[in-house]
């Protein structure tokens, strides 16, 4: 196939979080789900008519009410959605057969308002597992959410979605095509249970492109796989987490075959950068860690070892404690379940060699070390077995992880 | 297939540790690998004759000089050797030529003082990657040690094996069966990068019940399935680790099929109680957690639950905390890669029932917290769906963890 000349022209990030794209509007308020008065705990995004819709659900067997509502909607929709609910602070989660009821009412409860159908509506829950939604107080709050749809507060979307998080995270960018600009916007929350396999974090994205819902499913599986689905922080997979994708194609430009590669560059780059912020904002991080894998016969290959090295617990430690530890780098790549040459295998810490022909150069260690120091951390290992590679962000592990969950629910 | 009369009548335990067996000696000094005066750091195990030997070999890709000496001793000597040369502080892992060279050696030396060949010692080494053995100081410390050999001292074995481990760990025991009794002993140490798949530390087992080679591996696995593979501290999987076993025959007992079942009691019985000793002394433990996993379709099922569980850094920071997060064994369990229905799951900690048709039990979560405060957990899953189970053994994650690992070697 010879290289068609690329339609994007250029991808500008640009301000306004998940409402940067047009089409949409969001209310978000304090429904009083989370105890502490004022705190943002419920969220509805809204398209102006009806978007089309595409989502990526957590693989964990175990999966909650509003996964399970979700996935079912969508289904029914054909792929179509005029909204979606959303609430911190309680999961819904092993709520059983009450918890199914709960969130088909919040998006009955949504559809009604906006003269909608519940099928057109799309949920999400976070937050603590095993607990009962308080519906007395999140129904009325529907209802003065809808009524207080409004463009451009989507900076309110990113706060109101947070749980254990440090920071809001949310990304904008225009892609300037040969046919005209479109937006892609999103924001997500992380903190704790992420893991790559979708099954991470709430992400919501939104997009003015006009998209039919087939190629928007495409396109956001295909952007997650690189992004959201590469980052770790614990390993742990909840049992909540799902991506959400709008297309309002408000912006009037149709995204056909030509204009493909310009979505996935827009949903590519959004969804880069709310991955890395998950991880930065990762449960007692203090250090990112990019971790490259090349030199692997298959990118499944780059990714199993990349994977491992970036949950092994002693990597991570020795990360924290700034120490190039190369031995646990290799030994974490060597029981990862792949076959490659240790021989030939290198190992760069923030551009230093520390590993080469199965021995240690340790006259360069103090060099690697005060990379270690920084708080962006960047591993390169090179299998020297092929042409394939792959990159996985994950973070340190520091005594304040432990603290934190050993101290979250009690 | 009818029941057999057990041919065991008893098993006991018995002093002395991987020297209690009869046919064995054994010598432990301080070489000059490590720094410390007077710690030591150099092993000599020999049978008084030729015995038949076994060993399980870490399954990492990357494997120590003296785990690719020792299994190539073992092919050809045809399960058979006269000793065991072990040194701590040095790992001898990722030395390239010389660490081949230098393990060689050590064997070599060892049995040119012993009148054996090479071919009949076994070697291991344990402590620090990627640092080449003092071998200035090995090689006459090897003489020294096979002059002093005597028998009975198998708790100096255990004390000079130790590398980060806060306590010795030996046991022994006698099994007594229709046609007389055997000993069975054995030594172990672990510490860090503890995690199934004989990857996972050294251990030293003895008998001098009469056993062919074939057999001895054959029982070695066996066993070592339900104990030191059966045991995860943090997931990672050494380069260097292995288990020994020696049979000196000096007990005149022979282990034909009829005997099998006792000499793989024995096996069990000291190996378990290695095992669970060396996740107790974890790097950072303070809570010895056993999670037992029943209702599976297999085995293989039974294992991946309890191991997933037994490796979640959330449900081990939980455990520290004391906090009986139903919520994240569940969803360990749910992200294992096994089908089952989470509407017949039960989990009960410390035997109290938290979980159960996919919803909580809270009103008895301060019981479960309370038997969480102690320092042996137990965490049972029952999957509902079959009659097949499995136990794994862990620890919990603390802070100190952290902080060993992020300060070991810098």
């Given at each position: 196939?010879?290289?068609?000349?690329?339609?994007?022209?250029?991808?500008?990030?640009?301000?306004?979080?998940?409402?940067?794209?047009?089409?949409?509007?969001?209310?978000?308020?304090?429904?009083?789900?989370?105890?502490?008065?004022?705190?943002l705990?419920?969220?509805?995004?809204?398209?102006?008519?009806?978007?089309?819709?595409?989502?990526?659900?957590?693989?964990n067997?175990?999966?909650?009410?509003?996964?399970?509502?979700?996935?079912?909607?969508?289904?029914?929709?054909?792929?179509?959605?005029?909204?979606?609910?959303v609430?911190?602070?309680?999961?819904?989660?092993?709520?059983?057969?009450?918890?199914?009821?709960d969130?088909?009412?919040?998006?009955?409860?949504?559809?009604?308002?906006?003269?909608?159908?519940?099928?057109?509506?799309?949920?999400?829950?976070?937050?603590?597992?095993?607990?009962?939604?308080?519906?007395?107080?999140?129904?009325?709050?529907?209802?003065?959410?809808?009524?207080?749809?409004?463009p451009?507060?989507?900076?309110?979307?990113?706060?109101a979605?947070?749980?254990?998080?440090?920071?809001?995270?949310?990304?904008?960018?225009?892609?300037?095509?040969?046919r005209?600009?479109?937006?892609?916007?999103?924001?997500?929350?992380?903190?704790g249970?992420?893991?790559?396999?979708?099954?991470?974090?709430?992400?919501?994205?939104?997009?003015?492109?006009?998209?039919?819902?087939?190629?928007?499913?495409?396109a956001?599986?295909?952007?997650?796989?690189?992004?959201?689905?590469?980052?770790?922080?614990?390993?742990?997979?909840?049992?909540?987490?799902?991506?959400?994708?709008?297309?309002?194609?408000?912006?009037?430009?149709?995204?056909?075959?030509?204009?493909?590669?310009?979505?996935?560059?827009g949903?590519?780059?959004?969804?880069?950068?709310?991955a890395?912020?998950?991880v930065?904002?990762?449960?007692?991080?203090?250090?990112?860690?990019?971790?490259?894998?090349?030199?692997?016969?298959?990118?499944?290959?780059?990714?199993?070892?990349?994977?491992?090295?970036?949950?092994?617990?002693?990597?991570?430690?020795?990360?924290?404690?700034?120490?190039?530890?190369?031995?646990?780098?290799?030994?974490?790549?060597?029981?990862?379940?792949?076959?490659?040459?240790?021989?030939?295998?290198?190992?760069h810490?923030?551009?230093?060699?520390?590993?080469?022909?199965?021995?240690?150069?340790?006259?360069?260690?103090?060099?690697?070390?005060?990379?270690?120091?920084?708080?962006?951390?960047?591993?390169?290992?090179?299998?020297?077995?092929?042409?394939?590679?792959?990159?996985?962000?994950?973070?340190?592990?520091?005594?304040?992880?432990?603290?934190?969950?050993?101290?979250?629910?009690?």
């Amino acid at each position: 196939m010879a290289d068609a000349v690329s339609p994007v022209r250029d991808v500008t990030p640009t301000a306004g979080g998940v409402m940067a794209p047009a089409g949409f509007q969001s209310a978000a308020l304090h429904s009083g789900i989370k105890a502490a008065a004022d705190v943002l705990d419920l969220v509805v995004i809204a398209a102006d008519t009806i978007a089309s819709a595409a989502a990526l659900f957590t693989t964990n067997l175990v999966q909650a009410a509003p996964v399970i509502v979700s996935r079912n909607h969508l289904a029914a929709s054909e792929g179509r959605a005029r909204a979606i609910i959303v609430n911190s602070g309680c999961a819904n989660a092993c709520t059983g057969h009450r918890g199914i009821t709960d969130a088909e009412r919040m998006t009955a409860e949504t559809a009604a308002a906006l003269g909608a159908t519940p099928d057109q509506v799309l949920v999400a829950s976070t937050g603590v597992i095993g607990v009962n939604l308080k519906m007395e107080k999140v129904v009325p709050a529907i209802g003065t959410a809808v009524a207080a749809l409004t463009p451009g507060r989507g900076h309110d979307v990113a706060r109101a979605i947070m749980t254990t998080d440090l920071f809001p995270k949310e990304h904008a960018v225009t892609v300037h095509t040969a046919r005209g600009a479109f937006t892609v916007g999103g924001t997500a929350k992380g903190a704790g249970m992420i893991e790559p396999n979708m099954a991470t974090m709430l992400g919501f994205l939104t997009t003015d492109a006009q998209v039919a819902p087939a190629v928007l499913q495409r396109a956001l599986k295909e952007s997650a796989r690189d992004t959201f689905n590469a980052i770790t922080v614990d390993g742990d997979t909840s049992t909540n987490d799902c991506v959400f994708l709008l297309a309002s194609g408000a912006s009037g430009i149709s995204i056909d075959e030509e204009l493909y590669p310009a979505l996935l560059d827009g949903l590519l780059t959004v969804s880069r950068e709310l991955a890395v912020a998950i991880v930065r904002g990762g449960e007692g991080a203090t250090k990112l860690v990019t971790v490259h894998v090349r030199g692997a016969r298959t990118r499944d290959d780059a990714h199993r070892v990349a994977k491992t090295i970036a949950n092994s617990p002693l990597v991570k430690t020795a990360i924290h404690g700034a120490d190039p530890n190369w031995g646990r780098i290799v030994a974490a790549a060597g029981r990862a379940g792949v076959m490659f040459d240790v021989g030939r295998t290198t190992v760069h810490v923030g551009g230093v060699l520390v590993f080469e022909n199965g021995l240690p150069h340790d006259q360069n260690a103090p060099l690697a070390a005060e990379h270690l120091k920084g708080t962006d951390v960047a591993i390169d290992v090179d299998l020297g077995g092929g042409g394939t590679d792959c990159t996985v962000w994950t973070c340190d592990l520091s005594a304040e992880y432990v603290r934190i969950n050993g101290e979250y629910r009690t």
